[in-house]
């Protein structure tokens, strides 16, 4: 017989897991190689998007996908981009309703941005360049700016 002290049995402990991760969709362009490869004197203008995007697979299990573009520009010409969909399937357990998304669009993201992360600056190294090392990303910031978004604006008084 075990005792919990008061607590949740086993069986009733919050659980996280991941069941699968992958690549579910992966590009990555130099179209204008070899010129592009020329070292420049001054740094390229990278930009990066991130979204996550989740999709209930059944009662427990979620697919989270992180969705990363980026592409690097020097002087109006294109040097590289990508694209990359990042996926993981998440069972997740015992989770109290209100704290489920926060889990499902911050937890989750973050345990899959590291492998995202390595993708994305292998390829970038096998397309010539720099290996291009993502800054960490604040998945609670995205998190919050989501739900801004999603709450009702205030009417306008006329």
């Not at 999709?55 to 573009?69: A, G, K, N």
């Not at 899959?112 to 390829?123: C, K």
Request: overall charge negative; hydrophobic content about 40%.
């Amino acid at each position: 017989m075990s005792t919990t002290n008061g607590g949740p049995s086993a069986d009733q402990v919050p659980q996280l897991n991941v069941v699968a991760q992958y690549i579910k969709d992966f590009s990555f362009e130099n179209p204008n190689a070899p010129q592009s490869l020329i070292p420049k004197q001054e740094p390229p203008q990278i930009n990066i998007q991130i979204n996550v995007n989740a999709t209930p697979l059944s009662d427990t299990d979620i697919e989270v996908v992180l969705d990363l573009q980026g592409k690097a520009e020097h002087s109006g010409s294109l040097l590289f981009n990508f694209e990359l969909q990042f996926g993981g399937v998440f069972r997740i357990r015992n989770v109290p309703q209100e704290n489920l998304n926060a889990i499902v669009l911050i937890e989750c993201p973050r345990l899959l941005f590291p492998f995202a992360r390595e993708i994305v600056a292998t390829s970038v190294r096998n397309g010539g360049f720099p290996p291009l090392l993502l800054d960490p990303v604040d998945f609670v910031g995205l998190y919050r700016q989501k739900m801004e978004q999603m709450q009702p604006q205030p009417a306008t008084q006329s």
